[in-house]
């Protein structure tokens, strides 16, 4: 037997849901603040040190941990060998945890309520960056971990095809170097010299387009590992097969080369980057929904051959007839139904000139909450469920409660968006802790406000039976045997593919060259325009 | 590699419903004139208010000669200034705004007035109003613990 790395892995996962959990609690406080039917409650200092929280917790250590942490148990479960280096995977649980608790402490303190896009020239203080920082160095540690552990089985077992999950894996960890090479750059060469004074000025044009360099992408990055489990788990579970196996190498491409240089459609709105580049990074950006359509046409299929080998007839009858009792099968299914839905409203925020309408609304927060909180993290959900007995060699606590858990999750995360999406259209700004203005306008959204507090406490209730139904696994009857071979196979399992698709080194040429047209060039064409730099302002 | 007909019959779908899209978008850009707010013009935020058409006395709503309307706009902690703007209906309308301080946003709701405001940066937008009545420019980008009290009013007045 080799070591799998199982304590590693378990403990990035606890972080995860660790934060998860402290998060969803403030996302609570949150609505019910916002809503303004609660006067005595109000506070704007509160809000904002909340909001600014959730959004780092949610968005960097609930997502960073958990794929470090699925990281490593897929890396060691399909190659079938140790981690490349052992030693380093602690390193990097280390690093990023360090640095984690370094930017909480003045996040709680009320010292970085910039929330978590911390555009310039508001300052937090520089623990902040500098933690959040770290939490980035760590994530490299698993990248290069990650890559590395690829790279050696591909020596020792040329011509072999890596397994899928793997595959992916490895897209995910050289996408994400790409990507945080923007926020790493903004970090070192402005944020934090300009925080700590060694710097009078820093120009927020470029801060904002280095930063969205790295803003789109990290979705893609987080919605990686939900897609991973979609190909790789979710057909085996379901009592299937995959669809296709080159499918998925395909879509994982296309999401390495086409995530990174489209950026600029966060941008649209801003005066320092010219129509021209903005209409490339549209091109990009309509592009990436490709990968998208192709992922949900293959898990659909492969869902629909499971549910025709269970006995489901008709056209629609495999889906009654799919087994509605195991968590991957109820994410996998709800994970899809609101990728579909929140897709239409991201074709709408990617439009050229539609964004006009709905650009900082509270139409954008329920777009991703519901593609991230929702599709991704419903995901996450349902691999904690199918890791935890792997991880931890005890059987699941509850099946019953963890599928209840996933349906609660997907009606509040509806119940939370749609009335986003509908306050967005209505006008509401984003990012607001109350709605003073004195206007009709307000009377037309209290309502929406009502349904979204309904909506935060029944994801708080469903959060908590996840977090217990986790503790409670720990204490559970121990299994005899401890299957970690579980990966779906494809209908045809590919015997050899080109070998542009069994590695990376021909998409980073591409994609590096795409890279210095769509930011290389604007980046430049920022430094030479030289626009009058801003000093550090506090909140 | 193996593709399934199934799969190559979804990929044209794929691809029309990809070109109709970016195609109408093209069409709009090119044919219609329709682009973001795009004017990469410098300024200093900190001698702005020092003179120049961002001084106090030259904001606010003036009329060109060709009876298109120019209004000049400071974004700043926590309002727009002047705090009223009042327009012609269906009228070319330029604003251009900057800000002083931090980030801020303006849109006017259900129109497609709206732009970022970057320091350092002069935003231009074109627009036209077609509904007469009172309106409002909403900050929508998290500038401070006052952000949500950051508003100003539009009246938007028949046209002559």
């Known amino acids: 037997m080799y070591d799998k790395s199982k304590s590693v892995a378990l403990a990035n996962l606890w972080v995860a849901f660790a934060a998860f959990f402290v998060a969803i609690i403030l996302g609570l406080y949150q609505v019910v603040n916002r809503s303004g039917l609660f006067p005595e409650l109000e506070s704007h200092e509160l809000y904002f040190a909340s909001v600014s929280t959730h959004g780092v917790l949610m968005g960097?250590?609930?997502?960073?941990?958990?794929?470090?942490?699925?990281?490593?148990y897929t890396a060691t479960s399909t190659l079938k060998r140790p981690l490349w280096n052992k030693g380093l995977a602690w390193v990097a649980f280390l690093v990023a945890l360090g640095g984690t608790v370094m930017a909480a402490i003045p996040l709680l303190a009320g010292k970085a309520s910039i929330l978590y896009t911390f555009y310039p020239p508001l300052v937090a203080h520089p623990t902040?960056?500098?933690g959040a920082t770290l939490l980035v160095v760590g994530s490299w540690i698993w990248c290069l971990e990650m890559i590395m552990s690829t790279i050696t089985w591909r020596r020792d077992n040329p011509g072999k095809v890596v397994p899928l999950a793997m595959y992916g894996t490895t897209a995910n960890a050289i996408m994400w170097l790409w990507t945080s090479a923007g926020v790493a750059i903004e970090m070192l060469f402005q944020l934090i010299p300009w925080s700590l004074g060694l710097m009078d000025t820093i120009d927020p044009g470029l801060a904002r387009t280095l930063f969205s360099w790295t803003l789109h992408a990290i979705v893609y990055f987080w919605l990686f590992p939900a897609y991973i489990a979609m190909y790789t788990v979710l057909p085996k579970l379901a009592g299937g097969r995959l669809f296709s196996d080159e499918m998925g190498r395909v879509a994982f491409i296309m999401l390495l080369v086409l995530s990174v240089p489209i950026g600029f459609h966060h941008l649209y709105m801003d005066p320092q980057q010219s129509a021209g580049f903005k209409f490339l990074h549209m091109l990009g950006t309509f592009g990436v929904a490709i990968p998208t359509l192709l992922t949900g046409f293959t898990v659909l299929a492969s869902l629909e051959g499971a549910g025709r080998?269970?006995?489901?007839?008709?056209?629609?009858g495999w889906i009654a007839a799919l087994n509605w009792?195991?968590?991957?099968?109820?994410?996998?299914?709800?994970a899809l139904f609101m990728l579909i839905a929140g897709g239409w409203g991201g074709m709408i925020n990617a439009s050229y000139q539609m964004n006009t309408l709905i650009h900082n609304t509270q139409w954008v927060t329920g777009h991703f909450h519901l593609i991230f909180a929702g599709t991704t993290v419903i995901m996450y959900l349902a691999l904690a469920y199918h890791l935890w007995p792997k991880l931890t060699g005890r059987r699941l606590a509850s099946r019953g409660m963890a599928v209840l858990q996933l349906w609660l999750w997907t009606i509040g995360m509806l119940v939370l968006t749609l009335p986003w999406h509908v306050l967005g259209l209505l006008g509401q700004p984003r990012r607001?802790?109350?709605?003073p203005y004195d206007s009709p306008l307000v009377e037309q959204w209290d309502p929406h406000e009502l349904a979204m507090i309904v909506g935060g406490a029944i994801l708080l209730f469903s959060a908590l039976l996840f977090v217990l139904n986790l503790l409670m696994s720990h204490a559970t009857r121990k299994l005899d045997v401890v299957s970690d071979d579980d990966w779906a196979v494809a209908v045809y399992p590919p015997m050899s593919v080109p070998k542009s698709m069994n590695g990376f080194v021909l998409w980073n040429g591409i994609l590096a060259v795409w890279m210095i047209v769509a930011y290389g060039i604007p980046i430049v064409q920022l430094l030479i325009l030289d626009a009058p730099g801003s000093m550090p302002w506090g909140y | 590699m193996h593709i399934d007909p199934l799969e190559k019959k979804w990929m044209y779908v794929i691809g029309f419903m990809t070109a109709v899209m970016i195609g109408s978008m093209a069409y709009a850009a090119i044919m219609l004139n329709m682009h973001p707010p795009?004017?990469?013009?410098?300024?200093?935020?900190?001698?702005?208010?020092?003179?120049?058409?961002?001084?106090?006395d030259n904001l606010g709503a003036t009329t060109n000669p060709d009876g298109s309307v120019t209004v000049r706009m400071v974004a700043a902690r926590y309002s727009f200034y002047p705090q009223m703007i009042?327009?012609?209906a269906d009228t070319d309308v330029k604003f251009r705004i900057t800000s002083p301080d931090v980030l801020h946003g303006v849109h006017v709701p259900f129109t497609n007035m709206s732009t970022?405001?970057?320091p350092g940066y002069v935003s231009e937008v074109n627009t036209r109003f077609s509904r007469e009545g009172e309106a409002q420019f909403l900050c929508n980008e998290y500038c401070g613990l006052g952000h949500d009290y950051m508003w100003s009013k539009l009246k938007v007045v028949p046209k002559g």
């Open chain 1, 60 to 72: 960097f250590v609930l997502t960073t941990f958990f794929i470090m942490g699925f990281g490593y």
């Open chain 2, 116 to 118: 970022m405001v970057v």
């Open chain 2, 86 to 88: 009042e327009v012609p």
């Open chain 1, 325 to 334: 009792k195991e968590p991957m099968v109820v994410a996998g299914m709800l």
């Open chain 2, 38 to 56: 795009s004017n990469v013009e410098t300024i200093d935020p900190k001698t702005l208010h020092l003179s120049g058409e961002f001084a106090e």
């Open chain 1, 432 to 435: 607001i802790s109350s709605t």
């Open chain 1, 128 to 130: 902040f960056y500098i």
């Open chain 1, 309 to 316: 080998l269970r006995g489901g007839k008709g056209l629609f």
